[in-house]
């Protein structure tokens, strides 16, 4: 990484805890909000975007609720919920238009390196889920943001779609398909290394093998960190007016590090993940889709099946999955004592509350943890019938931390989204939780600087300029909608 410092500055305006997209993202719009800041980046290892960034140990999907059936739950009386994913794809919308912003200024010079146009399906069978998904693409083309979503059942037309899936498939099996021409795949990897690359270029530091070994809040609301160089074994003391911790699963720690109160009661419940991928180039070139199925019960949401075309630095890819694991660990590179080491006396309760309401993940984890390459296969077999075993090899993926917190009713209860903490006078910050994760970075980050944080507040002009719908809603505005679609589809280069 060119421009890397190895001697740690004695104090900064930012210092952004771990190398992924969560502190890339962030770093990027405080940059170009007030480019007089000086902004540390601290990451234990020895790269930039290693852990839940790289393009394998995550699902690369640009989640904008498309194809993932858990964003649209059915009620009770039978109506399809939608609002949950309206509210994704608006976010997955301010992401696409910030990284225009940043193609259009020059910040990012290949866009075509980390997303790429990859059609979004759901897939099911069986009468019930055929009717299901039918009443989901009425409730969804309600929408500007859906209304280009396809619907069939018939066999020719899927075929067309999914010649793979649908080869040697049962014709007396009910199946339906959706299909949105216009999502997108992601190297979250290659983003975040070109975003830290470009901060580099305007003067923002990286401090690479060094680790966050503590915090302590001074009473003008700056925070002492203490970071140890990794190779020295040597510690040293950052002064910084604001930190933000988006260290993936090692956020969770150091908040508790940090002992502000909103951090309290907090507690994660790690998962892990593995895939399968097609090492059969024939196979590869037969598959261009992104096609999620309906999630296992009891299974999290990062588990949603997916039969899965990628690009990963420049190659088309397939993979199939996930498939859930349980580890200790907090991050794939961490220390099976991240668990038991975060279990203390504020989040005793919420943790073991949680943990009794939520029998049928365990019983789903158990089930995962045991399977077989045989077992792995015959799910595969749903997707792909005529699937041969012998193309796919198993690959582990990233670890996803849950949010476990205190609930007045439950006494506790397990999240499965993303989560701010933010201490009240704005000089802290952490991210924790999993899905949708890096597709809404961008949204996250607004939220964050629009509540306020020490190091200043940006207006909404001010905003708009890097993403043009903030504060507006593409939901209820079509042609602003076909407006941002056709700019980022042009400067992204996805037509």
């Not at 952004?16 to 719009?29: F, I, Y």
């Not at 090692?250 to 002992?259: E, I, M």
């Not at 990062?302 to 039969?307: A, D, G």
């Not at 043009?468 to 209820?476: Q, V, Y």
Request: aromatic share 6%.
């Amino acid at each position: 990484m060119p421009g890397t410092e190895h001697n740690t500055p004695r104090s900064t305006d930012v210092l952004l805890v771990g190398a992924g997209v969560m502190s890339a993202t962030l770093g990027t719009l405080l940059q170009l909000l007030d480019p007089s800041l000086n902004i540390t980046i601290v990451e234990s290892l020895s790269a930039v975007a290693e852990e839940s960034s790289d393009a394998w140990n995550n699902a690369g999907t640009g989640h904008a609720a498309l194809c993932e059936l858990n964003y649209t739950p059915e009620l009770k009386n039978g109506s399809i919920e939608i609002t949950r994913a309206v509210k994704i794809n608006e976010q997955f919308q301010q992401s696409r238009q910030f990284w225009a912003t940043l193609v259009e200024r020059g910040l990012l010079t290949n866009p075509r390196s980390f997303i790429n146009a990859i059609p979004h399906m759901s897939f099911v069978q069986g009468a019930e889920a055929v009717d299901y998904l039918r009443r989901r693409h009425a409730a969804l083309a309600t929408s500007p943001l859906f209304s280009a979503m396809e619907f069939s059942t018939d066999a020719a037309k899927l075929r067309e779609w999914i010649p793979l899936m649908m080869r040697d498939r049962d014709a007396t099996q009910p199946v339906a398909a959706t299909r949105f021409a216009d999502g997108t795949d992601l190297d979250f990897g290659a983003l975040t290394r070109s975003l830290i690359a470009s901060m580099q270029q305007q003067g923002s530091s990286l401090l690479l093998l060094h680790r966050v070994t503590g915090l302590t809040r001074l009473p003008d609301t700056r925070w002492y960190v203490e970071v140890q160089d990794l190779t020295t074994k040597k510690t040293s003391k950052i002064t910084a007016r604001f930190v933000f911790l988006g260290a993936g699963g090692g956020a969770l720690p150091l908040l508790q590090k940090s002992g502000i109160p909103e951090g309290r009661g907090y507690g994660g419940f790690p998962v892990s993940g593995q895939w399968l991928r097609c090492t059969n180039r024939a196979v590869i070139e037969q598959h261009a889709a992104k096609v999620y199925g309906k999630p296992a019960l009891g299974a999290p949401p990062m588990s949603v099946p997916h039969l899965d075309t990628r690009v990963i630095a420049g190659q088309r890819e397939l993979l199939f999955g996930p498939f859930a694991g349980f580890s200790t660990k907090f991050l794939k590179r961490g220390s099976f004592c991240d668990l038991p080491g975060s279990i203390g006396s504020e989040n005793l309760v919420p943790m073991l509350a949680a943990g009794a309401q939520n029998f049928s993940l365990t019983r789903y984890l158990v089930g995962q943890v045991i399977q077989s390459q045989a077992d792995r296969i015959a799910a595969l077999s749903d997707f792909i019938p005529s699937v041969r075993g012998e193309d796919w090899k198993l690959e582990i993926a990233g670890q996803r931390v849950q949010i476990i917190k205190s609930d007045k009713d439950k006494l506790g209860k397990l999240e499965f989204g993303t989560e701010i903490i933010r201490s009240a006078d704005g000089s802290l910050a952490a991210l924790l939780g999993a899905s949708p994760g890096a597709s809404t970075a961008v949204s996250i980050m607004l939220e964050l600087v629009t509540r306020g944080i020490s190091i200043g507040t940006a207006s909404a002009e001010a905003l708009r300029s890097l993403v043009p719908s903030f504060d507006l809603s593409l939901d209820k505005d079509a042609a602003l909608y076909e407006r941002m679609t056709e700019r980022t589809r042009t400067l992204l280069q996805l037509k």
